[in-house]
């Protein structure tokens, strides 16, 4: 038995109460009038048995309609953002009934390749949440023109591209292919010039910073033989000073030695006078000692901008090379160690993720290698001195069992024994970042400081079962642990704050 079909898609038509019809996969409505001519023309149907050849265009009365399958197939396409969802299942129907009717017809194998193949290949993050996928042919063309070699080969060696290629194009489609063709060509010219603009950019980038850091030196050296005679003239100064109080001291130790029995409180006298001189030759020993490492430092490309503070070597962050701004945290004969003031930048301990100690990181080696090379010159390089570490370990996330990993580097992160011998409170702690890094960071750098990394591993043994994390220290100043929703260490981005002992020895 014949039945009512929807002339677009040959869906069934259901009645509504309001005597409309409606068709219950593409919505297309028919009043009373329609539906009696579609009765008549039914009753009028011829069966043809056999084949029957027929040369050129027919077109079916009553019947589907290859150019509004191919219409409603756009029109879905357009709606659809994801794949599978409804306006994309019901696009890709109407393609395929269309290919049913025409097999050649180019603009339903283009809307085939568009949802099939490159709906979601030439898709466009507006940002971190949102996607603008490719849904209409305008995108497609230009999109393909713009992506990458790679993404385009995928595209153009599909089934669905080559058989468009070999297809029936009208002239829109034709227009199309050609103004695809011009796009690719001025997209690839653009990209060299491009490439061509950023070797330059490079080139000039590595011109600028070798004549600025030739300039550094040169100045370093001029100022080199003037920072030597200071240098010479307080340690003059300092030994001269410090024989005279010594000599002062021995005057007095003398001449009380003479004091007879009776003579108690001139004792007590010269006693006061002797520490009060002692303790000036300590004081003017520490005074000496520091600016005489003062001078030293500078003469090598570290300057002491205050008592507890050096800048020293410089570091680029958002196409800015910036002074590197140092804490002293240690002073001892002639070697300081330092930690830098700011946070200077933001990586993984381990780009792979997964279990990693210090020994075998891959901010250890950045720190000794690439950081090193690139932040420092030559004579800033003598400097920094070799130091042999001692950090917490185990071998794994659920290993209980600690031990002592022995390393020695040159540029190294604390510990959290360190740590906790340097900065006591939860508020010494607490980290800004540079505001280079601020406003490049892809994470939350506010005013409550930033997460930053430690060396060491802590065991969490809460359930007395082996738990062993990396730490870190929190943006609230707090000896934290990092950690992935599986419970393993993370390789999760945090801040990095180098270390290292300078020792003026060298110089």
């Known amino acids: 038995m014949a039945k009512l079909e929807c002339e677009i898609c040959g869906g069934k038509l259901i009645a509504r109460p309001d005597g409309l019809f409606e068709c219950e996969y593409c919505g297309m409505q028919y009043d009373k009038l329609k539906i009696q001519q579609m009765v008549q023309e039914i009753k009028g149907t011829v069966k043809v048995e056999g084949t029957v050849q027929v040369e050129g265009k027919v077109q079916v009365e009553g019947g589907e309609n290859i150019e509004s399958l191919i219409l409603l197939g756009y029109r879905e396409l357009e709606q659809s953002h994801y794949p599978e969802d409804d306006h994309h299942l019901k696009a890709l ?50 999109r393909l023109a713009k992506t990458t070699d790679k993404e385009r080969e995928k595209i153009t060696s599909s089934n669905n591209y080559l058989t468009l290629m070999r297809a029936n194009k009208n002239a829109l489609l034709e227009e199309e292919i050609e103004t695809y063709y011009q796009e690719i060509s001025e997209w690839k010219k653009q990209q060299d010039e491009k490439r061509h603009e950023e070797q330059e950019q490079i080139r000039k980038k590595e011109q600028n910073a070798s004549l600025e850091k030739q300039q550094r030196i040169n100045r370093r050296v001029e100022n080199r033989n003037g920072l030597k005679e200071q240098l010479y003239k307080i340690a003059e100064e300092k030994d001269n000073i410090i024989l005279k109080l010594k000599q002062d001291i021995d005057s007095l130790q003398q001449y009380m ?227 992935n929703s599986q419970g393993k260490p993370s390789n999760q981005i945090a801040c990095i704050r180098p270390a290292m002992w300078l020792d003026t020895t060298k110089v």
């Open 257 to 483: 030695s003479t004091l007879g029995f009776l003579n108690g409180k001139e004792k007590i006298t010269i006693q006061e006078k002797i520490e009060a001189l002692t303790n000036e030759v300590s004081k003017k020993q520490e005074s000496y000692e520091m600016e005489i490492t003062k001078l030293k430092l500078e003469m090598q490309g570290a300057i002491m901008s205050s008592r507890n503070q050096v800048q020293f070597g410089r570091y680029e962050m958002g196409g800015q090379i910036l002074a590197i701004d140092w804490q002293i945290l240690e002073a001892k004969e002639e070697k300081i160690l330092i930690i830098s003031k700011y946070a200077i930048d933001e990586k993984p301990f381990s780009k792979l993720g997964g279990w990693t100690s210090w020994e075998s990181s891959d901010l250890r080696s950045w720190l000794n290698k690439s950081f090193i090379e690139t932040s420092f010159d030559e004579d800033e390089q003598l400097l920094i001195g070799r130091t042999k570490l001692k950090t917490r370990a185990y071998h794994n996330t659920y290993d209980r069992e600690e031990y002592t990993e022995e390393t020695e580097d040159r540029i190294f992160l604390l510990s959290v024994d360190e740590v906790q011998k340097y900065f006591p409170s939860d508020s010494s702690r607490r980290l800004q970042p540079t505001l280079a890094l601020k406003a490049v960071s892809k994470n939350k750098l506010d005013s409550r400081g930033c997460i930053w990394w430690l060396r060491s591993q802590v065991n969490m043994n809460k359930l007395k079962i082996g738990s062993s994390f990396l730490a870190c220290v929190t943006e609230y100043g707090g000896i934290g642990i990092a950690e």
């Open 93 to 142: 129907h109407y393609f395929e009934k269309a290919l049913t009717f025409d097999a050649q017809n180019g603009d339903a194998l283009l809307g085939k390749l568009i949802t099939e193949d490159a709906f979601f290949t030439l898709i466009e993050r507006i940002d971190t949440r949102t996607v603008d996928s490719c849904n209409t042919r305008e995108k497609f063309w230009s």
